[in-house]
């Protein structure tokens, strides 16, 4: 079955350590998404990618890493300079024309202590 | 700069009750295209329907329907006939640049709780 894959669904880390999000898509998407949700809100644009080694800066980029080097992967690292890291991410991926809908992962809940 | 507000935090509504949930927008780019989305308690998000900005006709698909009002930028969606597993979070989402070659970014809206009374 096509989709898209977040690992793990919860994890903890303790201040100051890096930690990576992976995201993996077998929906041939040329587009990926990461996007940070808090409780109660909105969907807040992290980083995007519309094609391999290439990405652009979404509305809260600092803190947060990204890379795309393989068409199936995006994965997110949050780095010790984000101030309050603890949040619900949301992988997502599209076709690259507008004309279609994003497909989301299952996303992954860190918990910073 | 693009910009999405849905100014319904959440609504109440009695079961098999039509519901309308708001959504504004706000871009200068004349192509565009507007989501909307559901998010159960689950933290799953749910595609409903899809509206493009040179799209004549307003956007159904089931039980949803979009109002599409270009004039006043706003992109209402109408659910008919409410149930009960449709309480949940609604989301409206707005892309710019609807080409292949544009680099366009989908944000989204703060968001809408609905919950259906039985």
């Known amino acids: 079955d096509g989709g898209i894959t977040q690992s793990p669904k919860y994890l903890f880390r303790k201040e100051g350590q890096n930690v990576t999000l992976s995201c993996e898509q077998n929906l041939n998407h040329d587009a990926m998404y990461w996007y940070r949700q808090d409780p109660g809100q909105g969907l807040r644009l992290i980083y995007y990618s519309q094609i391999v080694n290439d990405f652009q800066k979404g509305d809260i980029a600092e803190g947060y890493s990204v890379s795309r080097e393989k068409k199936e992967s995006f994965p997110l690292t949050v780095t010790s300079a984000q101030k309050n890291p603890t949040a619900f991410y949301l992988c997502a991926s599209s076709r690259r024309d507008g004309h279609y809908e994003q497909y989301f992962g299952p996303g992954t809940r860190l918990t910073v202590t | 700069a693009q910009k999405i507000t849905q100014t319904q935090p959440g609504m109440f509504v009695q079961e098999k009750e039509a519901v309308t949930l708001d959504c504004t927008y706000d871009t200068s780019d004349p192509s565009y295209g507007l989501f909307w989305y559901k998010q159960p308690s689950s933290g799953e998000m749910i595609f409903l329907i899809y509206?493009?900005?040179?799209?004549?006709q307003n956007a159904t698909e089931g039980r949803y329907s979009l109002n599409f009002q270009k004039a006043r930028k706003s992109a209402n969606l109408v659910i008919s006939a409410s149930q009960l597993g449709d309480s949940a979070m609604y989301f409206c989402a707005m892309r710019e640049g609807m080409g292949y070659s544009s680099a366009s970014k989908i944000i989204f809206g703060s968001g809408t709780r609905l919950s259906i009374r039985p």
């Open positions: 509206q493009g900005s040179y799209d004549q």
